[in-house]
Nanobody
Framework: VQLQASGGGLVQTGGSLSLSCAVS????????IGWFRRAPGKEREIVAA????????RYADSVQGRFNISRSNVKNTVYLQMNALKPEDTAVYYC???????????????????WGQGTQVTVSS
């Protein structure tokens, strides 16, 4: 399976961006998906995760209420809508896939065995 993240860019504080993660090679429906980010000098951290069915989602406290993760198994794509962006959201964002349970979400990088290449998000103050 291959993952292709896109949609990053430069935005001002308070702005919005929508990231996409296109999955190919296998059906998206067999994978739980996570969005992670890594800021300069920091560890990779979970941003949001969604179950195979899309019925379960979880968010990092720092993005709760501002970000929304969703998926279209028909389009083989997972989305991350980011609103009210802050300078501290600046990072490279990665999507990752794991063949997990129907309703499970996974928050640790080691839970995932397929990773996309990352897309840069920069929020200016």
């Amino acid at each position: 399976v291959q993952l292709q993240a896109s949609g990053g860019g430069l935005v001002q504080t308070g702005g919005s961006l929508s990231l996409s993660c296109a999955v190919s090679g296998r059906a998206l429906s067999i994978y739980g998906i996570g969005w992670f980010r890594r800021a300069p000098g920091k560890e990779r951290e979970i941003v949001a995760a969604i179950s195979r069915t899309g019925t379960s989602t979880r968010y990092a406290d720092s993005v709760q209420g501002r970000f929304n993760i969703s998926r279209s198994n028909v389009k083989n794509t997972v989305y991350l809508q980011m609103n009210a962006l802050k300078p501290e959201d600046t990072a490279v964002y990665y999507c990752a896939a794991t063949p997990g349970g129907y309703y499970n979400t996974y928050l640790r990088p080691r839970d995932y065995n397929h990773w996309g290449q990352g897309t840069q998000v920069t929020v200016s103050s």
